[in-house]
């Protein structure tokens, strides 16, 4: 018997936790197989693979990402394999099984929410023919042209699952994202969330959780992401799972969390200030800053405390925030939402997440969509398309926005040019010539909603650009602005110089460039102060330790300096980068 599991996932470094915890729970691992795929790759190939595998029976686990790839593979697999019973689980399926059933009518049958329970007494039943499939909770499957539904499924104690950390590595598993779930169910009842649905919420022991995060720190896995929908829904848990982890960190591993702002209490905010750097990260979702929009989606949020929360965290730099807005909800116009972007990216986020409202099938979203006037796509993931409050035209430059946003903000390229433009909190400095410089744009949704614009009217949008070209693009843009006299430009103006200044500082602290843009500030005048620097470097060794026996020569090829107008200038050490920003080492040195 050959059950397989299979996972079709949104990119390669991520894993699929539910086909590994279904098999962990199943008494008949050895009758288990799992394969994992993208959505990118080729859907003949992944047929092809599927059928030379030879199941007995194949599973699926479904999502919003991946439905559509999934129902053209059980289509053409049901074709091939008339006699072949086809499962599907997961959140896509769960709320809606008869209507699914009768769209695709090459399925078996759906597992119904949590499937370990489920899934282990299914396995039971091809492998030893007991129980009947009318036996099973949590099960609906088709007998010829009857549909049988057997309810709700059975709920699962978390402590009795197995670990399945182990499989995962050995599948290979070590340089991909894994999925860890340490709680299930969420406190909250916002309207737009699956995860409502389930109000009992129920943890994994502490003592078996300290026990699998000691397995991942051993194993230096780079990323584990806890998948708890609210992970700091219990204080108290949650602080004694981090204090755990800043105990026994091993330089390598960093673990991701969601969680709510203002749950973040005195206690929690002064242990993550004194994490190290980079082992943390943390996913808010503010979603808005509308408090009509809060009280609508039945989201309670103490507004004062998230904000205060996270501009601490952003002060310190040792824990990567990163925030999230949802466009397209109920009683916020197109200006409610340049007030929530602003407001939020005035916290100083490391990454800021424009998202648009998906209408997810089983949400109390979805049954309102009606009175909000609420248009979205009809195909997954089920994005908005307009509502009451917010036109398709909006949605269209909230997209430009989001664009601008997650390359000129959320990639860290451009961090001392926003800083300059915008304002921008952040623990860095900027070169002496613009700092006290007014915000250069009104808002920091002016100047991304500009920018889009720009992209737009040149024709820039449609194309794939190199970083390199993003700074030429980013100069041309401020040029235009500044000649324009746009509404949305503010303050006095930087000199082109100036400009280019800071691009090239952002340049080099991604990269050492092999070659020198043609727009960076010239060195000619600068190379003997460059060269004497160097040279007393090896003498004195007062900023560059780590790179102690290298000559004056070899210094100058591993590093970089850019001398800086004013006097003095800023070393770049790239044997040394912020783990939270990604950016090499900037040492500012006070004389050149």
Known sequence: MNILLAAVNAKYIHSNPAIYSLRSACGHKKSVTLAEYTINHQQEKVLADIYERKPDVLAFSCYIWNISFIEQLAADLSRLRPDLPIWLGGPEVSCHCREVLQRMPGVKGIMRGEGEKTFAQLANHYTEHTPALTQIPGICFREGDTLYDNGEPLPVELDSLSFWGPEVLNDGAENRIIYYESGRGCPFSCSYCLSSLDKAVRFRSLELVKQEVLYFLEKKVPRVKFIDRTFNCDRKRALEIWEFIKNHHNGVTCFHFEVDGDLLDEASLALLETMPAGVVQLEIGVQTTNPRTLEEIRRKTDQEQLFYAVKRLTAKNHVHCHLDLIAGLPYEDYDSFRRSFDQ???????????GFLKVLKGTYMEEMAEAYQLKYKSAPPYEVLSTKWLSYEQIIRLKGVEEMTEIYANSNQFCLTLQALLGQAAPRSVPQSVQGRAPQFTSPFAFFEALADFYKQKGLAAVSHSRLRRYEILMAFYRTAVEERRDSLNGEPLAEEELKLLLALDLYARELCKSRPDWAPSLDRRKEDIRRFYQQETQEWRYLQAYHGFTAPQLSR?????????????????????PVTGNVRMIWLPEL
Request: charged share 20%; aromatic share 10%; no cysteine.
């Open 344 to 354: 939020v990216f005035a916290l100083g986020p490391h990454q800021l997440q424009l």
């Open 558 to 578: 591993m590093t970089h300096l850019e001398p800086l107008p004013e006097g003095g200038g800023v070393l770049f050490d790239y044997r040394s980068r912020d």
